[in-house]
C-alpha cells in the first residue's frame, strides 16, 4: 500500500511538470513580432516550402535546391515585396511541421500546397488563394478503382498524409474506408506501391507529379472537392498579408503568374494549364 | 492538455491499446529470440557462435526505422501481405532480440565457469545445466540491464507512427495535425508513455530487489 502511494505521489509530480511545461509552451515571442519590417531591414523572406512534392516543392539532389510551382512563386513574390534585390530563404517543411515552424518564427510564411481551410484559419491568416486544386485519387494501372465512391467499403484501406486535409475530406467522402496516415508524400507513395492502400489521396496537382515520376500508376475520379491553396502567415501580420495580396495581385497582372504556371504545368498530362491560368 | 484529452480521448486510448499490445508481443518474443541467440553464442559449436554473431551485429547496428521499414515495405511486396502494425512489431522484435542477446550472454558470462562444470561432473546434460544452473544465475545479474531494454522497447515503439501502426505516437501526430495545438498534443502523449514505462521501471526495481536476497 505504502509502495502504491508513493507511486501516486510521482504520478502527481510528473502531471504537475507537464501542465508547467505546457504553460510555458502557449508563451509566444518571435511570431509577435513584425515579419515585414523584419524582413525589410534583413532584406530576406524565409519561406517555408515542400520538398518532397514533385511539380510543387522537390528537393534537386543535383544542386540541393528546391524546385517547384511553389518556390518559383515564392521568388516572384519576394521580388515584388522586397524589390529586386530581395533574397528568399527556403526551409523544408511537411504539411505536419509547417505550422508549428511558422508558429515558433523559423519560418516567417507557408507556401507549401496548403488549403485555406477554416479551421486553419483560427491558427493562421491566409492571402489570397495562388492556385486552385482539388483533391483526387492516385491508383495503380490495373486498379479498378474509378472515383471516390468505389473507396466506400469496409476493409478498403486510403493512404493518405499527416497534417493534410486530405485525410480529413476522405473520412467524410468515404467514411467506411480505413485511413493510413503517412508522414510525407515520397512515404505515402511507397507504401502505395508496396499495396499497404488501394488508393493514395490528396490534392490533383500533386498526383499528376506522382503519376509523371511513377510509371504504372493513375489519376483517377476527378476533383470531388476544391481545395484552394493560400500563404499562411501568423495571426496579427496584416502589413505583411497586405504586402503579399498585392504582390500576387501584381504577378498576376504582369504575366509572371502565367508563366511560372506554363513552366510547371504545361506538360503534365491530364492536367489543363490554362484553366487554371489567371 | 485537458482539451486534447476531452476531444481525443478515445484516439488517445486506442493509441494506447496499439502501443500496449505491440510492446508486450515485442517484449514476449525478444526475449525468447534474445535468450536462444545468447546461447548460441556461448555454444561449444563454433557454426553456432558464428550464426549468433552475425544475428546480433546485423540487427543491433541497423537503425530500428529500418528495420521497420523494410518489412513495411519490402514485404509485402515480395513476401506476404502484412500491415504497419506487424510490420513495426516484428521490427522491433527483432532489434530489441538482437540487445537482448547480448544483455544475457553477458550475464551467462558472467557466471563462474565452474557452475557449468560442476554441474556437469554431477551428471547433468549441457541443455540441463544450461537451463537448471546457469540461465537462472544469469538472469539475476542482467535484471537491471533487462529492464532498461524492455522501458526502450516500449518507447521504441514509437516506431509504429511511421509505418501507419495505429500507434500513440501515430495518434500524437494525428491529433497535432488536427488540433493545430502541437505542444499540448505531444506533451499528452508523452504521459501516456509515462504510464506504460513508469510501472514497467518499477517493476523491475522491485524484481530486481527481491532477487537480490
Given at each position: 500500500?505504502?509502495?502504491?502511494?508513493?507511486?501516486?505521489?510521482?504520478?502527481?509530480?510528473?502531471?504537475?511538470?507537464?501542465?508547467?511545461?505546457?504553460?510555458?509552451?502557449?508563451?509566444?515571442?518571435?511570431?509577435?513580432?513584425?515579419?515585414?519590417?523584419?524582413?525589410?531591414?534583413?532584406?530576406?523572406?524565409?519561406?517555408?516550402?515542400?520538398?518532397?512534392?514533385?511539380?510543387?516543392?522537390?528537393?534537386?539532389?543535383?544542386?540541393?535546391?528546391?524546385?517547384?510551382?511553389?518556390?518559383?512563386?515564392?521568388?516572384?513574390?519576394?521580388?515584388?515585396?522586397?524589390?529586386?534585390?530581395?533574397?528568399?530563404?527556403?526551409?523544408?517543411?511537411?504539411?505536419?511541421?509547417?505550422?508549428?515552424?511558422?508558429?515558433?518564427?523559423?519560418?516567417?510564411?507557408?507556401?507549401?500546397?496548403?488549403?485555406?481551410?477554416?479551421?486553419?484559419?483560427?491558427?493562421?491568416?491566409?492571402?489570397?488563394?495562388?492556385?486552385?486544386?482539388?483533391?483526387?485519387?492516385?491508383?495503380?494501372?490495373?486498379?479498378?478503382?474509378?472515383?471516390?465512391?468505389?473507396?466506400?467499403?469496409?476493409?478498403?484501406?486510403?493512404?493518405?498524409?499527416?497534417?493534410?486535409?486530405?485525410?480529413?475530406?476522405?473520412?467524410?467522402?468515404?467514411?467506411?474506408?480505413?485511413?493510413?496516415?503517412?508522414?510525407?508524400?515520397?512515404?505515402?507513395?511507397?507504401?502505395?506501391?508496396?499495396?499497404?492502400?488501394?488508393?493514395?489521396?490528396?490534392?490533383?496537382?500533386?498526383?499528376?507529379?506522382?503519376?509523371?515520376?511513377?510509371?504504372?500508376?493513375?489519376?483517377?475520379?476527378?476533383?470531388?472537392?476544391?481545395?484552394?491553396?493560400?500563404?499562411?502567415?501568423?495571426?496579427?501580420?496584416?502589413?505583411?498579408?497586405?504586402?503579399?495580396?498585392?504582390?500576387?495581385?501584381?504577378?498576376?497582372?504582369?504575366?509572371?503568374?502565367?508563366?511560372?504556371?506554363?513552366?510547371?504545368?504545361?506538360?503534365?498530362?491530364?492536367?489543363?494549364?490554362?484553366?487554371?491560368?489567371? | 492538455?485537458?482539451?486534447?484529452?476531452?476531444?481525443?480521448?478515445?484516439?488517445?486510448?486506442?493509441?494506447?491499446?496499439?502501443?500496449?499490445?505491440?510492446?508486450?508481443?515485442?517484449?514476449?518474443?525478444?526475449?525468447?529470440?534474445g535468450t536462444?541467440f545468447a546461447i548460441?553464442e556461448v555454444?561449444?559449436?563454433?557454426?553456432?557462435?558464428?550464426?549468433g554473431?552475425?544475428?546480433i551485429?546485423?540487427?543491433r547496428?541497423?537503425?530500428?526505422?529500418?528495420?521497420?521499414?523494410?518489412?513495411?515495405?519490402?514485404?509485402?511486396?515480395?513476401?506476404?501481405?502484412?500491415?504497419?502494425?506487424?510490420?513495426?512489431?516484428?521490427?522491433?522484435?527483432?532489434?530489441?532480440?538482437s540487445f537482448i542477446a547480448e544483455t544475457v550472454r553477458s550475464g551467462i558470462n558472467s557466471v563462474?565457469?565452474?557452475?557449468?562444470?560442476?554441474?556437469?561432473?554431477?551428471?547433468?546434460?549441457?541443455?540441463?545445466?544450461?537451463?537448471?544452473?546457469v540461465l537462472?544465475q544469469a538472469f539475476k545479474l542482467v535484471i537491471p540491464p533487462l529492464?532498461n531494454q524492455?522501458?526502450?522497447?516500449?518507447?521504441?515503439?514509437?516506431?509504429?507512427?511511421?509505418?501507419?501502426?495505429?500507434?500513440?505516437?501515430?495518434?500524437?501526430?494525428?491529433?497535432?495535425?488536427?488540433?493545430?495545438?502541437?505542444?499540448?498534443?505531444?506533451?499528452?502523449?508523452?504521459?501516456?508513455?509515462?504510464?506504460?514505462?513508469?510501472?514497467?521501471?518499477?517493476?523491475?526495481?522491485?524484481?530486481?530487489?527481491?532477487?537480490?536476497?
Open positions: 500500500m505504502k509502495k502504491f502511494k508513493r507511486y501516486i505521489g510521482l504520478l502527481g509530480l510528473v502531471s504537475m511538470l507537464a501542465i508547467v511545461l505546457s504553460a510555458c509552451g502557449s508563451r509566444q515571442s518571435l511570431s509577435k513580432q513584425d515579419v515585414l519590417t523584419n524582413d525589410k531591414a534583413s532584406n530576406t523572406i524565409t519561406w517555408g516550402v515542400k520538398a518532397d512534392t514533385k511539380l510543387f516543392g522537390l528537393m534537386d539532389v543535383s544542386d540541393n535546391t528546391i524546385k517547384g510551382f511553389d518556390v518559383d512563386i515564392a521568388k516572384a513574390l519576394t521580388k515584388k515585396i522586397l524589390g529586386k534585390n530581395g533574397k528568399a530563404k527556403f526551409v523544408q517543411v511537411t504539411s505536419q511541421t509547417r505550422i508549428p515552424l511558422l508558429k515558433n518564427g523559423n519560418i516567417d510564411a507557408i507556401i507549401a500546397t496548403m488549403t485555406i481551410t477554416p479551421e486553419r484559419e483560427k491558427q493562421v491568416d491566409f492571402s489570397d488563394s495562388y492556385f486552385d486544386a482539388g483533391q483526387s485519387l492516385l491508383v495503380k494501372n490495373s486498379s479498378n478503382i474509378k472515383s471516390v465512391k468505389d473507396l466506400n467499403k469496409t476493409g478498403t484501406k486510403v493512404i493518405g498524409v499527416t497534417g493534410a486535409n486530405s485525410v480529413a475530406n476522405i473520412k467524410k467522402y468515404a467514411p467506411k474506408a480505413k485511413v493510413l496516415e503517412l508522414s510525407d508524400y515520397a512515404q505515402a507513395m511507397t507504401a502505395l506501391k508496396s499495396g499497404q492502400g488501394a488508393a493514395l489521396t490528396t490534392d490533383n496537382g500533386i498526383l499528376y507529379g506522382m503519376a509523371a515520376q511513377n510509371k504504372g500508376y493513375k489519376v483517377v475520379g476527378g476533383t470531388f472537392t476544391k481545395e484552394p491553396y493560400g500563404i499562411a502567415l501568423n495571426k496579427g501580420q496584416q502589413p505583411m498579408q497586405k504586402a503579399i495580396n498585392k504582390a500576387l495581385k501584381e504577378i498576376e497582372a504582369d504575366g509572371t503568374y502565367n508563366r511560372i504556371l506554363k513552366k510547371w504545368f504545361g506538360n503534365v498530362k491530364g492536367f489543363d494549364y490554362k484553366e487554371a491560368a489567371r | 492538455m485537458i482539451y486534447i484529452l476531452t476531444h481525443y480521448w478515445s484516439e488517445l486510448i486506442q493509441g494506447l491499446g496499439y502501443t500496449l499490445l505491440s510492446s508486450i508481443i515485442a517484449l514476449i518474443f525478444s526475449t525468447i529470440i536462444m548460441f555454444l561449444p559449436s563454433r557454426t553456432m557462435r558464428i550464426i554473431r552475425i544475428y551485429e546485423i540487427f547496428n541497423i537503425p530500428l526505422l529500418v528495420i521497420a521499414m523494410f518489412f513495411y515495405v519490402l514485404i509485402p511486396m515480395y513476401v506476404a501481405k502484412i500491415d504497419g502494425f506487424t510490420a513495426g512489431t516484428i521490427g522491433l522484435t527483432i532489434y530489441t532480440s563462474d565457469p565452474g557452475q557449468m562444470e560442476g554441474a556437469r561432473a554431477n551428471g547433468m546434460t549441457y541443455w540441463q545445466a544450461m537451463s537448471k544452473i537462472p529492464g524492455f522501458i526502450n522497447l516500449v518507447k521504441n515503439s514509437s516506431v509504429l507512427a511511421f509505418v501507419a501502426g495505429f500507434d500513440l505516437m501515430y495518434q500524437g501526430n494525428s491529433i497535432a495535425s488536427l488540433s493545430l495545438d502541437t505542444i499540448n498534443s505531444y506533451m499528452v502523449v508523452g504521459v501516456f508513455y509515462l504510464i506504460i514505462t513508469l510501472p514497467l521501471s518499477y517493476y523491475m526495481r522491485h524484481l530486481e530487489k527481491r532477487l537480490a536476497n
